[in-house]
């Protein structure tokens, strides 16, 4: 199994070139999953839910790091795994789970993925995707007030309060680990074309 880890800034793109990328896995017949991080969001705490407003959700205490390093190492041992299922609008976990099973391709998505040092071992191939803040901060306002029926101040003012606080302290730094980085800015099929080209994929599918 060859995974691939695929991270970057919140609205950077790295979600749409993952999905991408997984689709054009299975235009070529490949066997492919795509595992999110967001699926591994700790459960709030009752103050934490009476203080919404203040919850940092880039931060990587968020994560529920040691269940997806778990998860990740049985999987490389080639066992199938029970992804917990996150619901947004309680911040819960909810009682089921999905079902992943060990695949030829395994597409890893998620915030902090370079940062967090018991997973960079799992990966054959990691990604930074980087885009400029201001396109990233324009993309969320978009996305929040039209599908998260936000307000606009809502979204800048968790933007400048711990988005981009964590991103430059955790996320941006983790660059640094990548084997390739990608312009969040280009077209996603030239960003996937960049990914399937590199020689550690290549060979895997020629």
Known sequence: ????????????????????????????????????????????????????????????????????????????????????????????????????????FLIVEGLHLLHRTSLLPFYDLSI??????EVCLERRIKRDVSERNRTEASVLHQFYSTVKPSYEEFIYPSKSNAHLVLDGTRPITASCNDILSHHKVKSLIE
């Open 1 to 104: 199994m060859l995974i691939i880890a695929i991270s970057g800034g919140s609205a950077s793109g790295k979600s749409s070139i993952a999905a991408d990328l997984k689709q054009q896995f299975l235009q070529l017949d490949r066997q492919v999953e795509l595992l999110c991080e967001d699926h591994y969001y700790k459960p709030l705490t009752q103050h934490q839910l009476n203080n919404i407003k203040d919850v940092d959700f880039d931060h990587p205490h968020s994560i529920d790091n040691e269940l997806m390093t778990e998860q990740l190492k049985s999987l490389t041992e080639l066992n199938s795994i029970e992804i917990p299922n996150y619901c947004y609008q309680t911040h819960m976990r909810l009682a089921d789970t999905s079902t992943l099973k060990p695949t030829e």
């Open 128 to 133: 930074f995707v980087e885009s400029p803040l």
